[in-house]
């Protein structure tokens, strides 16, 4: 039987779960509507549970071709530069009162979705916020939020005010919003909108919202308290190219009646769109992947390039092994070295790489010197650890653990970068 590979065929969206307390219990979910339009359209949800340490496994995840982000509770606002100086004690109190299930921070959540928006950004992988999801993208961008759009907004809004939330009828709740023209959002929703009026009616269900847009984001629709109903990047915005990067504050997924039809046509679009750019960045990445692997070399140049391997393998045995491994002869490592300072095509990335491996090497006699110095730098090293204590020597541990993932980190999104 022959065995196919999936995730050549079926695109994959990461959505990551809600986690919430039911009987006393922590309970993860993720809202149907969403999936249901996912699937509908031809991708795959894959779910990232809400459960501790997955941050640090999100490369366990991949393939991916796309990144849905929906609710959840307020984001920390230390993770971003927050202003509540017009808000008393008094009102900061009473907002937690109010919003108990949204105020109680979610440090973990936080932490995996902002390293999936920050993932998606680098990659240019299609990404889509509902609701928390757009404010975590403007967040991830520089952008900064309301810490509460009432009591924030009734202030300085001389226009009509705005129910944003409504906790006795979640999906039945409605509100205007005035869509931007020539926007993705006024291409959904033309067809539904009065000529000269531009609004929709739209659910929400949140306290919180943008304050400050990102620099890199356009509005598509506002609020008659001012409010930024969603936004785009203009210039990662063409799904038939696989590019999608957008945050709704509002509820398109839940504008349904009773017999299941959206309030207006357009409701759906911005899933169907999202998905086609899915599909479209997975037939990308698919297809850089097959041309890496249909490169071919003539008899000629795979000899040469075997010569090269070779001598870049002793160099790595050489750094690896120390004082462990006899020199090799000099004219061994010279193919090598001559293709370094000759080779004009390679990348800075893989000239990076090259290094790593020892492939530098020049002269074995002055690189054994140099394993020499290492060795005796070891030695005193493991003199100054032998007289530590076990505690010491374990805070040491922990310490050159954490930097080295945090090396390692940075290292990968410099890598990606060039």
């Known amino acids: 039987m022959v065995s196919t590979d999936l995730s050549a065929i079926l695109p994959r969206v990461l959505i990551v779960s809600r986690r919430c307390v039911r009987k006393n219990k922590f309970v993860d979910f993720v809202g149907e509507y969403h999936l249901d339009l996912i699937v509908n359209y031809g991708a795959v949800p894959v779910i990232v549970p809400r459960v501790s340490g997955v941050h640090m496994l999100l490369d366990s995840f991949e393939p991916i071709h796309g990144v849905l982000l929906c609710e959840g509770e307020d984001i ?122 531009m609004e929709i009616r739209v659910n929400s269900y949140h306290h919180q919202g943008v304050k400050r847009l990102a620099e890199r984001f356009v509005p598509m629709a506002f609020a008659p308290d001012g409010l930024i109903e969603g936004f785009y990047d203009p210039d990662a915005y063409n799904p038939e190219e696989g590019k999608f990067i ?45 041309e890496e692997k249909e490169l071919k070399l003539n008899q000629e140049m795979e000899k040469k390039r075997k010569i090269i391997l070779r001598s870049f393998s002793l160099a790595r045995d050489m750094y690896t092994a120390g004082n462990g491994m006899a020199p090799p002869k000099e004219s061994d490592l010279e193919a090598g070295a001559e293709f370094l300072e000759s080779n004009t095509a390679l990348s800075l990335q893989q000239e990076k790489r090259l290094k790593q491996m020892g492939a530098t090497v020049r002269n074995a006699s002055s690189y054994l010197q140099r394993l020499k110095m290492n060795e005796e730098r070891e030695m005193l090293a493991k003199n100054v650890m032998g007289k530590m204590s076990i505690e010491q020597l374990s805070d040491l541990l922990s310490f050159y653990r954490m930097m080295g993932q945090i090396c390692s980190d940075v290292l990968e999104k410099k890598l990606l970068a060039l």
């Open 246 to 290: 957008m945050g709704l504050q509002f509820h398109p997924e839940r504008m349904q009646s009773d017999s299941e039809d959206f309030d207006y046509p357009g409701c759906p679009s911005a899933y169907q769109e999202f998905v086609k750019a899915v599909v479209a960045y997975q037939k990308k990445v698919n297809s850089s992947t097959s």
């Open 76 to 197: 920390d606002p230390s993770l971003y530069e927050t202003d509540i100086s017009g808000l008393s004690p008094e009102e900061l109190e009473e907002i937690r009162r109010l919003h108990v299930s949204d105020t109680a921070i979610d440090r973990e959540k936080d932490s995996i979705e902002l390293r999936l928006a920050k993932l998606c950004l680098e990659r240019n992988i299609p990404f889509m916020g509902i609701c928390r999801g757009s404010q975590v993208l403007n967040v991830a961008c520089g952008g900064t939020l309301h810490q509460d759009v009432e009591k924030e907004l009734s202030k300085k809004c001389s226009g009509e005010s705005v129910i944003h939330i409504d906790y006795d009828n979640y999906d039945g709740h409605r509100h205007p919003v005035k869509v931007v023209e020539n926007t993705p959002l006024h291409l959904w929703f033309k067809d539904s909108l009065e000529e000269g009026k």
